[in-house]
């Protein structure tokens, strides 16, 4: 297995990853719609995506947003995407995916990685074995939709 940093010219491997992890979280396929907002991550340098490949075949992806702490004035990342493809689950790749997302914020001295997942994602049993803590801070969101 090669984990590596997505390019633009990585995103035909991408798209159906994507739209995978989206339908896995119950949204319709729309692969117009995420090549386009995959572009714009890339193009704007919005976000860090790694791409798990077996034998040249884009198997799985996890994708990182940047945040700051104030308190602490570091740098972090939210770790808001993490897919492997049914067909290579539990064979390692999504901890190889975190590994190298830990291993980003190592080398780029930064403060850590969040995650942000559904409460019945049943990998939650996996981001504690790889180290991270449930946070036991209330967390609130507002959205205008």
Not at 3 to 23: V, W
Not at 93 to 115: D, F, P, R, V, W
Request: overall charge neutral; some cysteine.
């Amino acid at each position: 297995m090669t984990i590596i940093k997505a390019q633009i010219e990585h995103l035909d491997h991408l798209i159906p990853l994507f739209d995978g992890y989206r339908m896995f979280y119950k949204q319709p396929s729309d692969f117009y719609a995420a090549k386009q907002f995959l572009f714009e991550r890339l193009k704007n340098n919005d976000s860090i995506i790694f791409i798990a490949y077996i034998e040249n075949k884009a198997i799985g992806f996890t994708q990182l947003y940047p945040l700051f702490s104030s308190v602490s004035m570091e740098a972090m990342y939210l770790l808001n995407d993490l897919y492997v493809g049914s067909n290579y689950r539990g064979e390692g790749i999504g901890e190889a995916l975190i590994n190298k997302a830990k291993s980003y914020c190592i080398e780029n001295n930064l403060k850590g990685l969040a995650i942000q997942t559904a409460a019945n994602n049943p990998a939650q049993h996996l981001y504690q074995r790889l180290g991270f803590e449930k946070d036991p801070d209330l967390h609130f969101f507002w959205t205008n939709k």
